[in-house]
């Protein structure tokens, strides 16, 4: 082989002890600071090469805010479009790390117009700097953001008061907006709140503590950042759900299902089953980053290999055995509308999960972002943040948000413009007082007549819940026909008779039942959704 | 429960959008630029399709002026893999003799690169095409989506990209569109080479300093990879101990000065080094915006 290969064997590469990433978000009103307070950790981490700090000279003569002080804005509003306006229209991701964490952060447009993408740049955070200006305290921006914030399922919050330097520092004002603040997002259900008196154009409190504020007590921001704990609840290791992203076959000899585990771990020899379908199997082994291993954990891009030759295709997803994971049409949201058209409920494709498929949209209340309060309604205005019906043509496999992140988060697509029109995340799966929708119904008809003549599934019934009713059965036949001949001989045979003609009774009934569906496996559905196109 | 570290996280979100794409892509191509980037990309979709091979083939635009190591190298990974890949030239750019010192970097950019690119994808009809591009490279970069929606005419347009919000990409398309897809969008230059050599990636010799030799020109070090580069009056060979950071058109493409000759040389001047990868770039200094323009005009 005369392949380069440039490792000598000696090079033994310190690996730096992994460090915890942080994602996080600075979000909050039009003109708050944001961009400036991520261009000061940026510039306060040394995350920026003396050659950007350059360009960041000439640039802030030419479209700076500060006169001829550096705008660290211009750090991160990198279209042409936002220097020339001295706006943010586009969330931007910047990376900074210090000795103890790595920092993924997205900077948010505070423009309502591009809500939108503040509430992408959310969607992914542990968790969300609010900013603040002093001056003009918490604005209905402040709260919208704060309600998506908490939506999305951000836990913890940083309140930045920022621009101190221009009320002279006063812990007067500071100590306000925070009761303010408090007020406002306390039916949010924020795990923490932690309010920070800051400067981002100065610096004040980012780095290191201010002088200028010796009333504080609390920490400086990124000593903040760097030690918070955002570790998830860890999932029950012996649950798992993995939604099939793509069918891996190689070969003849080759078949696995790869995705990313959403939940839980997966481990060879694992019980477990395919939703929807519910059929049963187990994990023969596991595809790895690493090669093959025996176990996997939550956020791993696996494939799987199961032990028999069942079906699966993408959308479907594999979950532990006694997982309850809900396969359903039917679900209730909050999502944020996000086209400049009305939602009409018309046309659309909801996209969650690994799956996508037609569905129906009811909007039933919008919320006001300055009160909270929920209005009824059958239409949202763009941004509108409101509660929903979904109703999908084919089965889901569902999960309510507070619960799974992946499979409780769904978007919607609109049919003919191809315009990702909202973003949300499910409430309450099969809500109880389903309205009955045509599409539902037609549906379900077929479904009804396949259960009622569709043999035990084997699958769902664990060997001892299969023979004990048998045994019970074949014990009552014995026992009547003790009593009906008084002999013991023929009561005995007629009791195992029972018992050997029902296991070959069922067997023809499944063989029956699975030649007059065969031809219906397919479900048409699947091409629909399979190209992406 | 154990958490995964950094460069898994980053690794396993890597992988998740490689096999995206070939989920819901009828025709997508790796664009393969031979660079430290392309290798780690590389290795991922290895990965992401083990015990199979990708099952798309790979895409070199050829400029006809990247350095001779690098094709040397290329064909030599391609070889040991077993994988397809598609050399494209622009063949009327080199028909008409763009000479990257007469015609200056913009035309050879846009001719030899660009043009070129959009020729190839528009011959094999590619409808999502994987590139290595970070956020952390440049500003624009740091804009944009990873599923980042082309017209028909590959014009980007950083003011309508569609939300991306959590793992839910929206890869539909109407005919003529197309995606280029950044896998490694949430990588920085040290994730990189760390994870280069975590995995012991194999890369281009010319990213570890050795004598080379090299011309002092536009306050750059430019190494003479061959004939083509005549000297100007008063320039003169040297042979000095250099490396590069980026791997690009070799006129274009600035060398540093180094002794860094391992992994751990290199990183460890990474980290101290207080001027950006991108520096050592041409082609990214014809003004602020450059970069975006460029991309809408279709380049990566
Ligand atoms: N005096 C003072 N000015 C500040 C401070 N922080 C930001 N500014 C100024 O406030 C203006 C707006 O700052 P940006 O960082 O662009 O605000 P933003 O929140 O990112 O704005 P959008 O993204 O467009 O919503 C700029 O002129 C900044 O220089 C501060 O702490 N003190
Ligand atoms: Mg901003």
Redesign the interface.
């Known amino acids: 082989?005369?392949?380069?290969?440039?490792?000598?064997a000696a090079?033994?590469?310190?690996?730096?002890a992994?460090?915890?990433?942080l994602r996080f978000i600075t979000c909050g009103s039009v003109d708050d600071g944001k961009s400036t307070l991520i261009g000061r950790l940026l510039y306060d981490t040394g995350a920026v090469?003396?050659?950007?700090l350059a360009?960041l000279h000439a640039?802030s003569r030419r479209f700076g805010t500060q006169g001829d002080a550096l705008d660290l804005a211009l750090?991160?509003d990198?279209?042409?479009?936002e220097?020339e306006q001295g706006i943010t229209?586009?969330?931007?991701?910047?990376?900074f790390?210090t000795p103890r964490r790595?920092f993924?952060v997205a900077d948010t447009p505070g423009h309502e117009q591009y809500t939108?993408?503040m509430?992408?740049g959310a969607?992914?955070a542990d968790l969300a700097i609010i900013l603040v200006d002093a001056r003009k305290g918490v604005l209905a921006q402040t709260r919208r953001h704060s309600f998506i914030v908490s939506m999305?399922g951000v836990r913890r919050v940083v309140v930045a008061i920022n621009k101190m330097d221009l009320v002279g520092f006063d812990e007067g004002v500071f100590t306000a907006i925070a009761n303010s603040y408090r007020a406002a997002t306390r039916h949010l259900g924020f795990e923490q709140i932690v309010f920070i008196p800051v400067s981002a154009l100065r610096g004040d409190n980012i780095a290191s503590l201010s002088a200028d504020t010796p009333w504080y007590r609390g920490r400086a921001l990124i000593d903040y950042l760097e030690t918070v704990d955002v570790?998830a609840l860890?999932?029950d290791?012996a649950s798992l759900r993995m939604p099939v992203?793509?069918v891996?076959?190689?070969?003849a000899h080759?078949r696995g299902f790869?995705?990313?585990i959403a939940l839980g771990?997966a481990h060879v020899g694992q019980d477990v089953k395919i939703l929807p379908s519910g059929r049963r199997t187990r994990i023969a082994s596991i595809?790895t980053?690493l090669?093959e291993d025996s176990s996997a954990?939550?956020?791993?891009?696996v494939?799987l290999v199961l032990e028999d030759e069942v079906d699966a295709s993408?959308g479907d997803v594999i979950v532990s055995a006694q997982d309850e994971a809900p396969v359903a049409r039917v679900f209730d949201g909050r999502l944020l509308w996000?086209s400049e058209r009305a939602a009409s409920g018309q046309g659309l494709?909801v996209?969650?999960g690994?799956t996508t498929a037609n569905a129906a949209l009811s909007i039933r209340t919008q919320i006001d972002v300055n009160t909270f309060a929920e209005q009824p309604t059958d239409s949202l205005p763009v941004n509108g943040i409101g509660r929903v019906r979904i109703r999908s043509e084919k089965p889901l496999v569902l999960a309510t948000y507070s619960q799974d992140?992946?499979l409780g988060?769904?978007?919607l697509?609109d049919r003919l413009t191809?315009?990702?029109v909202a973003?949300g995340v499910i409430d309450e799966v099969n809500p109880a007082d389903l309205p009955q929708g045509h599409a539902a119904v037609a549906r379900k008809a077929p479904d009804l007549w396949r259960r009622l003549l569709a043999p035990a599934d084997s699958s769902s019934e664990t060997l001892a819940e299969a023979l004990s009713w048998r045994i019970v059965s074949a014990l009552i036949v014995t026992l009547l026909a003790a009593v009906a001949t008084q002999t013991a001989w023929i009561a005995l045979l007629a009791g195992a008779a029972d018992f050997a003609l029902r296991l070959v009774l069922r067997a023809a009934h499944r063989d029956a039942f699975k030649r007059a569906t065969a031809l219906r496996q397919v479900d048409p559905e699947q091409n629909a959704d399979g190209?992406?196109? | 429960m154990i958490q995964l570290t950094h460069l898994q996280k980053l690794e396993a979100e890597a992988i998740h959008i490689i096999r995206e794409v070939a989920a819901t892509c009828e025709n997508p191509v790796l664009l393969y630029s031979i660079g430290k980037d392309s290798a780690v990309l590389l290795h991922l979709v290895m990965k992401a399709f083990a015990p199979g091979k990708p099952p798309f083939p790979l895409l070199h635009v050829d400029t006809t002026w990247k350095f001779r190591e690098m094709i040397a190298f290329r064909d030599a990974r391609i070889a040991e893999l077993g994988l397809e890949l598609i050399v494209h030239t622009n063949e009327e750019g080199r028909a008409a003799g763009v000479n990257l010192f007469a015609s200056g970097s913009r035309l050879h950019t846009d001719v030899m690169k660009t043009q070129a690119l959009r020729q190839a994808l528009d011959k094999y009809k590619f409808d999502a095409a994987f590139g290595g591009a970070r956020r952390d490279e440049e500003r624009s970069r740091a804009k944009e989506r990873i599923f980042s929606m082309r017209s028909p005419e590959h014009r980007w347009d950083p003011k309508s990209q569609r939300p991306e919000p959590w793992r839910l990409f929206n890869t539909r398309k109407r005919p003529g569109e197309s995606f280029r897809v950044f896998p490694l969008s949430n990588w920085t230059e040290a994730d990189v080479w760390d994870y280069v050599a975590l995995e012991k990636i194999p890369v281009v010799p010319l990213y570890f300093a050795k004598p080379r030799p090299v011309v002092a020109r536009d306050g750059m070090l430019i190494m003479r990879d061959d004939e083509r580069m005549a000297l100007r009056a008063g320039e003169e060979i040297e042979m000095r101990s250099v490396r590069f950071r980026t791997l690009g058109c070799y006129p274009l493409t600035g060398a540093v000065e180094s002794n860094a000759s391992t992994l751990s040389g290199i990183i460890a001047e990474m980290r101290s080094s207080r001027v950006s990868e991108r520096q050592g770039r041409l082609i990214d200094h014809d003004g602020g915006a450059s970069m975006e323009q460029k991309k809408q005009e279709g380049y990566f």
């Open positions: 082989m005369n392949a380069p290969l440039n490792l000598p090079d033994i590469f310190p690996i730096a992994p460090a915890a990433l090469p003396d050659d950007q360009s640039d750090l991160v990198g279209l042409a479009a220097r229209i586009d969330v931007a991701y910047r990376y790390s790595a993924i939108r993408n509430a992408t969607s992914g999305v570790s860890a999932a290791p992203q793509w891996n076959r190689p070969n080759f790869s995705g990313t771990a595809v980053a090669g954990q939550q956020d791993e891009a494939t993408r996000m494709i996209q969650q690994m992140r992946t988060a769904f978007t697509i191809n315009e990702t973003l190209g992406g196109i």
